[in-house]
């Protein structure tokens, strides 16, 4: 267990809140002791009694009426006495009442025994009547904090196991995985499966907790495997919502505090809402507050922390009701599986579970891509576009693709903002064909890393297409191209590593989802080793690998089960030069066997050595593309000529008039000491003369030595930048200005 304190403390945090609810659910208020009165008339023998005459008898013979109406002197009577009693004596009736009873009581024994060992004697115990409706508030309000602990403690469990997956996403891990051949209901499945697992053991735990503190309201006959069903269904209900909310979430630590309040919030809100009509109803007896009550617990079961919340309630109040009426030896006790009791609320969990995990492992992100319209191959005329990039896509749109294996058709992707929409790729078409690195070059903000992340499906085209063209000749897009058996290989901008697993490990799971043969894995994984000089490394967690090493990995797991499309994302930063020769020998390598290779970098010098033709970006737009020569001899500024003379002088005119005379258009560019540049315009014969020209007059123009050098590729990309920089600047100044004369 690499990760063993995070794993410690998903599985004790619930068993802890667990813990508490139970103690605090035996803790009870302490009732108020009120002391019992004997009762007996001598409670009103002083004189304000005596005055006031609380109580009294009186003793007579009662006659039958039917011989009174008949008003004869011979009666049949009985024995009649009488208890008199003054209301404002409280315990006037009982006191005097067991009076009389005593007296009847000794008057019916037997003369041979003492009538003083003999008595009633009659004690009033304080009932709290009026504090019935306190104790009642009191007891639900304590039977919701368990519930709201038990429910908070489950909430961390689910938040901590469901932005797993967010943190797969934003690191390119679960991309990297599609890309590699993992599809996505194995994805969405083998994640709940192991989450649903790993649940299952702190549930374990916190039940057994409960069963130890042998509390009756969650322990009573079939208490304990409601209690033990329904949070093995809350979490079987709120992880589906979550791997469907991970889509909204930019960091796993946002998603984590945000599942913990979503689920708090919303359990404590439906709860708080529904306890109130609940309480009232209970003490006012008013029917149209219950008829509130039950309207909403069906309107929150929609929410699972509400469902949790309210079975536990249920359980309680259940509980308490059976404790009441078993005195009077009435089992009012009902089974929470029982539809009309728990049943509902067990159906609705498993209900949302299903249907929302279907719906993650049915609609995922692809497939809504999928379903957007057809790749449009109609041809969008630029006017300004370059002729090189127009002789490109008028090949594409003519058909003469039969050797390409990557097309892109009007890539377009356009950003909608408050203000304006903004177009970071603008149909941009290409065809790569087998056997060719193309480098895609670009300043920050260029597009480059947009048409990467829909080439990848990261992100959705606005308008366009990317496809892949498959052995038998037909295009598929670019997404689909596994299912065909085409292996893609992407080493993205940012690692998508796990940093708990070894370098080794990783290369054995993606030859794995590669479909590399079980028994060949070690061989091709031992390969990629080798080729990439990761041996010292290889078997050491990727948290201790260094920049470099962590890019030479992910480079080395693109290649896995040779792919015929290769997308590298800068693959070679951070690495040091030797590292850079072994990945570029290993790419080369590839490209020589039939991969095309799809390459960004900031290394001008790579690009010149790895790609057969590049294309520079600027502002969304392809603005050249060709062979790296090529793309010098357009756009570059001439040659450059650096001239060291014998001493130090700012008088450059001599020089300068000698080149112009020989070649017009010369330009000086700049002097650093001793040091001056200047750049020459391209001309048929122009190198050899100007050899010529500079040693013939090296004497006489005070020259200690000079250099020529032919435009490098990356005064071009700056050229090219700078442009890319100015336009931004104007569009700013503009929009600025634009701001400013607006009318008040």
């Not at 891509?369 to 790749?375: D, G, V, Y």
Request: aromatic residues 12%; contains cysteine; glycine residues 8%.
């Amino acid at each position: 267990m690499r990760d063993w304190r995070g794993t410690l403390s998903n599985v004790l945090l619930p068993v802890l809140f667990v813990a508490m609810a139970m103690a605090l659910f035996t803790v009870k208020p302490l009732a108020t002791d009120y002391p019992s009165l004997k009762l007996m008339p001598g409670l009103y023998d002083n004189v304000e009694s005596s005055f006031f005459r609380y109580g009294g008898w009186s003793f007579g013979v009662k006659t039958s009426p039917e011989l009174q109406d008949l008003n004869l002197n011979k009666t049949y009577s009985k024995p009649l006495a009488k208890v008199w009693y003054s209301q404002k004596g409280f315990h006037s009736l009982p006191s005097y009442l067991n009076e009389l009873n005593n007296l009847i009581l000794w008057m019916n024994l037997p003369p041979s025994v003492d009538w003083r060992q003999y008595g009633i004697t009659l004690y009033s115990h304080p009932y709290g009547g009026t504090l019935l409706d306190e104790d009642k508030i009191m007891e639900n309000v304590r039977q919701c904090g368990v519930a709201l602990c038990i429910m908070l403690g489950f909430s961390i469990l689910t938040a901590s196991i469901g932005s797993s997956v967010v943190k797969d996403r934003v690191s390119g891990t679960k991309r990297l995985q599609h890309i590699s051949g993992l599809g996505y209901k194995t994805y969405w499945l083998a994640n709940f499966l192991y989450d649903m697992l790993f649940y299952l053991v702190p549930v374990g735990l916190c039940i057994s907790v409960i069963a130890a503190f042998q509390l009756s309201a969650f322990t009573f006959r079939e208490n304990l495997a409601a209690t033990a069903l329904l949070l093995i269904l809350f979490g079987y209900a709120t992880l589906p919502w979550m791997y469907v909310m991970s889509r909204f979430f930019s960091s796993s630590d946002i998603a984590f505090i945000s599942y913990i309040s979503l689920n708090f919030v919303f359990g404590l809100c439906t709860m708080l809402v529904i306890l109130l009509p609940h309480l009232l109803a209970a003490v006012s007896k008013a029917q149209n507050l219950q008829n509130i009550y039950n309207i909403l617990k069906w309107a929150f079961i929609v929410f699972p922390p509400f469902c949790l919340g309210q079975g536990l309630l249920e359980l309680s109040y259940n509980q308490i009701k059976f404790d009441l009426t078993s005195s009077f030896g009435i089992d009012s006790y009902v089974s929470p599986f029982e539809m009309n009791f728990l049943g509902w609320i067990f159906v609705a969990m498993a209900l949302q579970g299903t249907v929302i995990l279907l719906l993650r492992v049915l609609l995922h992100w692809d497939l809504l891509q999928k379903l957007r319209s057809h790749c449009s191959i109609s041809s969008t005329v630029n006017p300004s576009e370059d002729e090189d990039v127009e002789v490109e896509r008028k090949r594409l749109f003519g058909g003469r693709t039969q050797n390409d294996i990557l097309l892109l058709y009007n890539l377009r992707k356009c950003y909608r903002g408050f203000s304006k929409r903004n177009t970071a790729v603008k149909d941009i078409s290409l065809g790569i064909p087998r056997g060719e690195c193309f480098g895609l070059l670009g300043a920050n903000g260029a597009g480059k890393s947009t048409t990467f992340k829909m080439l990848t499906g990261d992100i959705t085209p606005s308008g366009g297409c990317a496809v892949i063209r498959t052995p038998t000749g037909s295009e598929m897009d670019i997404l689909s191209a596994s299912s065909e058996g085409i292996l893609i290989g992407y080493c993205p901008q940012q690692d998508a590593l796990d940093e708990l697993l070894t370098g080794w490990e990783h290369l054995y799971y993606y030859c794995s989802l590669r479909g590399v043969p079980i028994q060949c894995i070690h061989k091709v994984a031992g390969d990629l080793v080798s080729r990439f000089h990761l041996d010292a490394h290889i078997n050491k967690l990727v948290k201790t690998y260094s920049g470099g090493t962590k890019r030479k990995l992910s480079t080395a797991l693109a290649l896995v089960g040779k792919p015929q499309v290769l997308l590298l994302d800068e693959p070679s930063s951070g690495m040091d030069p030797c590292s850079k020769r072994y990945l570029w020998k290993a790419i080369m390598k590839e490209v020589q066997d039939g991969c095309a290779a799809v390459l960004t970098s900031h290394s001008m010098e790579e690009c010149e050595a790895l790609c057969t033709r590049l294309a520079i970006m600027v502002d969304g737009s392809f603005r050249c593309l060709g062979s790296p020569q090529h793309i010098k001899n357009r756009f570059g500024d001439g040659y450059s000529v650096k001239v060291w003379l014998n001493k130090e002088t700012s008088n450059h005119g001599a020089i300068l008039d000698y080149l112009q005379l020989h070649f017009p258009g010369t330009q000086f560019k700049e002097q650093r000491l001793n040091l001056q540049e200047y750049r020459v315009p391209y001309g048929w014969g122009c190198l050899p003369e100007l050899f010529k020209v500079l040693e013939n007059h090296k004497v006489l123009l005070q020259i200690k030595h000079y250099s020529i050098s032919e435009t490098t590729l990356e005064q071009v990309f700056i050229n090219f930048a700078t442009q890319q920089q100015e336009t931004s600047s104007s569009a700013q100044e503009s929009s600025t200005n634009h701001h400013h004369h607006l009318p008040v």
